[in-house]
């Protein structure tokens, strides 16, 4: 009754002449009405995303991977029903195919050409392939996982760089983007995709979006009167506008997102109608987990506090050559954000049938293209009859000595040399544990060594403690036939197991919500536990009684104990060799394989493989062959 009540108002307004949003009542005033009738078990059918939450018992890492039932949101919302609410339609287009979508995808940006790849980019690599990882582990039955990346290698900076250069943009785009393809070879990043904008398939899907958008009636030409950043590629209004200085010190205006400089710009361009979609966007952002963290979803809600303007899409011809012409009017080229972000339909299949739903889209990104993402894509994908993202995760930048990194200054890290010097597996760690989604993180030569080192002592050294022949000599995980009674019997025994059971939960809760820093800093909490409970109990001195036979009357006491605290160890060591799998992937399968578990055995992180009765006495994979993390050389220099 109460919504045939709220139908019949709602054709009063419209009777009336007023535009009502339906996306924004469906997002917002449809969950109220869910939960004002007190059916808190089931969630809402939303319009972003067209279907009900990971219920509550997933917590973070329900909503980031849909840790019970559909990963993220369930995809088979077509335009007019439950998608994200596209605005008034003023044309008429099918919508694109979604049905039968089942894909997981994590994707970075896809990374623009005009500079080498920098220590951002890794870490973006880095966040994105450690998160897509935890899902496989989090979520196996989801399948597949897939991670994009790519490079963006159209736009005026391109065409600017590449004739800095004295060569062709094509030329000098390929070159770029194999950089960027071997660092992440070199970080080992699983990606599932690597697209270019420059590829036949990825043009085919932005002319297709813009013919859509297009014939929807979302896209009309009209005049830009306003600022543009050349650098940030990006239109400004007055309020984004303030005055500062250039390179030389010169007065001028600059964009308050990113501080360069700003020109006027007064242009014929093709616009796109963002106006419309304000009420929608704003629905989505209201969506709990949406966007992470939720500094950032209050930071772009505040933006949108103002009316938005259009969207200019489109550069003159003859300002712009190097990009995508508009399909219709060759004498413009579709502006560079809107070719960029359509890498995300090009990926899942656009224009032909999607393997993959936007909504079930994790968006890697950093700070700085926040409003491309959070407003710009999910509008663009609302107009062409589409939900819009599932999870936008948003990582902070990173400074050198406290200040910007730049060539002048001279405080410039090198990815590449980095991961020469300390290792893949180091360098990933130290960026996600190191590396802030709430704020920037400084790097420091002396903190990633530090980081290095702690590696090697605390979890490489462990390993190498608890499956040595001196203190292990059968080379077995141990039996123990009534574990709640070592537990109880060997002094902290039961505190360590509380430990290990306890982290499960409190890691998936951080790596759920993207917080991979809080996550693994967990992790080495326990491992630094676990090294004090080996050094309480001294192993190795019951080790050496049972060897050289010099108490037989307590031989049984001791053999128990022994094989406890050994059986303890490997089953945290085992647990946090799961759990710091996705940031130190290569590493962690040796030391699980020295464990004793291969690939081929089942790695769901809730399957206890060393639990009585299941895997009691199981033989320990062959030795790791050296440090599992070898010492910075400037360490051993130093000793």
């Keep these: 009754a109460g919504w045939t009540c709220l139908s019949r108002l709602l054709r009063l307004c419209l009777q009336a002449g007023l535009w009502f949003s339906e996306g924004a009542m469906r ?183 813009w013919e859509l958008l297009e014939s929807r009636g979302h896209i009309y030409k009209g005049e830009y009167q306003g600022w543009y950043s050349v650098t940030d590629e990006a239109f400004l209004a007055d309020a984004q506008v303030v005055d500062g200085v ?114 079930d889209f994790v968006h890697v990104i950093g700070k700085d293209i926040t409003k491309f993402h959070a407003v710009y894509w999910p509008a663009l994908l609302m107009a062409a009859g589409l939900p819009p993202p599932g999870r936008l995760v948003i990582h902070g930048h990173w400074t050198s000595q406290g200040q910007k990194m730049s060539k002048s200054v001279g405080n410039v890290v090198e990815p590449f040399a980095l991961l020469e010097q300390f290792g893949c597996d180091p360098v990933r760690f130290f960026l996600l544990a190191e590396g802030r989604n709430g704020s920037d993180s400084d790097f420091s030569m002396s903190r990633m060594e530090k980081t290095a080192n702690e590696l090697a002592d605390t979890l490489g050294n462990l390993l190498q403690r608890c499956t040595s022949k001196a203190l292990n000599p059968d080379q077995t995980v141990p039996h123990v036939p009534d574990l709640a009674t070592q537990l109880a019997a060997v002094p902290h025994a039961q505190d360590m197991w509380n430990t290990v059971n306890d982290l499960r939960d409190s890691v998936w809760h951080h790596y759920g919500s993207g917080d991979f820093a809080s996550g693994v800093q967990t992790v080495m909490r326990a491992l630094d536990k676990a090294n004090w409970f080996l050094n309480n109990r001294e192993p190795w001195k019951v080790a050496k009684v049972l060897r050289n036979g010099t108490d037989c009357d307590n031989e049984l006491r001791l053999r128990s104990e022994l094989d406890t605290v050994l059986y303890c160890t490997a089953e945290c060591l085992r647990v946090c060799g799961l759990l710091l799998s996705p940031a130190m992937p290569a590493s962690m399968e040796r030391l699980l394989a020295r464990l004793g578990l291969p690939l081929s055995h089942p790695r769901e992180i809730d399957r206890q493989a060393f639990a009585p009765g299941l895997a009691g006495g199981r033989a320990l994979g062959p030795d790791v062959g050296g440090p599992l993390f070898p010492k910075p050389a400037s360490s051993k220099q130093r000793r």
Aim: proline share 6%.
């Design 27 to 209: 997002a917002g005033f449809g969950r109220r009405v869910w939960h004002a009738a007190g059916n808190v078990a089931r969630r809402p059918v939303t319009a972003c995303g067209g279907a009900a939450r990971a219920n509550a018992a997933g917590g973070w890492a329900g909503r980031l991977f849909g840790r019970q039932g559909r990963s993220l949101h369930s995809t088979t919302a077509s335009a007019g029903s439950d998608t994200c609410g596209e605005g008034p339609k003023l044309g008429s287009s099918s919508s694109p195919d979604l049905t039968g979508t089942a894909t997981y995808r994590v994707s970075t940006p896809i990374f623009y050409v005009n500079g080498d790849p920098h220590l951002g980019h890794l870490h973006s690599g880095v966040l994105a392939d450690a998160i897509n990882r935890w899902a496989r582990v989090a979520r196996p039955d989801v399948a597949p996982h897939l991670l994009s990346t790519g490079t963006d290698e159209h736009g005026l900076k391109v065409q600017q760089a590449a004739q800095a250069a004295g060569v062709d943009c094509q030329d000098f785009c390929d070159g770029v983007s194999q950089r960027f393809k071997g660092l992440f070879v070199a970080a080992n990043v699983d990606c599932g995709d690597y697209v270019r904008t420059t590829e036949e398939r990825h043009k085919k899907a932005v002319l297709s979006l």
């Design 246 to 359: 250039d390179k030389e010190g010169n007065p001028c205006k600059v964009s308050t997102e990113s501080g360069h400089p700003v020109v006027r710009a007064k242009e014929e361009n093709y616009m796109f109608r963002l106006s419309s979609f304000q009420d929608q966007i704003l629905a989505w952002l209201d969506q709990d987990g949406v966007v992470v963290p939720a500094s950032r979803r209050k930071a772009v809600s505040a933006l949108l506090q103002e009316p938005l303007p259009d969207l200019s899409v489109s550069r003159r011809r003859d300002v712009l050559q190097w990009g995508i012409p508009v399909p219709s009017d060759p004498s413009h080229t579709i502006y560079v954000w809107v070719d960029a972000l359509a890498n995300y339909l090009t990926v899942a299949g656009f224009p032909d049938k999607l393997d993959t739903s936007p909504s």
